[in-house]
Nanobody, 124 residues
Framework: VQLQASGGGTVLPGASLKVTCEVS????????VGWFRQAPGKEREGIAC????????YYNESVKGRFTIASDNDRHAVYLQMSNLEPSDTAVYYC??????????????????WGQGTQVTVSS
């Protein structure tokens, strides 16, 4: 199993950005994929996850209403659409997969393996 995050960049506050997690291996349809972020000097934070089998979705309260997670099993991809971005959203964004029943807790230790992250910077 391999995951690769892409699509990061530098945007202005209030802008939108979509990041993509490309997934290879036997994941789509059987496991959850989560998006996490880590800002300098801070712990890795789970922000959203989707179970690619039953479609259940969970969000961290800090992004609910602004971020949308979606999966495309045919394209082996999971997307994170981010809107109304704030400087506090600046971080490296990672995706990872989980076969744990409690994947919805967005606990990083429940997720493996991890892809390389993509930098998202929100700055004026």
């Amino acid at each position: 199993v391999q995951l690769q995050a892409s699509g990061g960049g530098t945007v202005l506050p209030g802008a939108s950005l979509k990041v993509t997690c490309e997934v290879s291996g036997d994941v789509m349809g059987t496991a959850a994929v989560g998006w996490f972020r880590q800002a300098p000097g801070k712990e890795r934070e789970g922000i959203a996850c989707i179970h690619t089998g039953d479609g259940m979705i969970y969000y961290n309260e800090s992004v609910k209403g602004r971020f949308t997670i979606a999966s495309d099993n045919d394209r082996h991809a999971v997307y994170l659409q981010m809107s109304n971005l704030e400087p506090s959203d600046t971080a490296v964004y990672y995706c990872a997969t989980s076969w744990k029943g409690r994947y919805y807790e967005l606990e990083p230790s429940f997720y493996t393996p991890w892809g390389q992250g993509t930098q998202v910077t929100v700055s004026s």
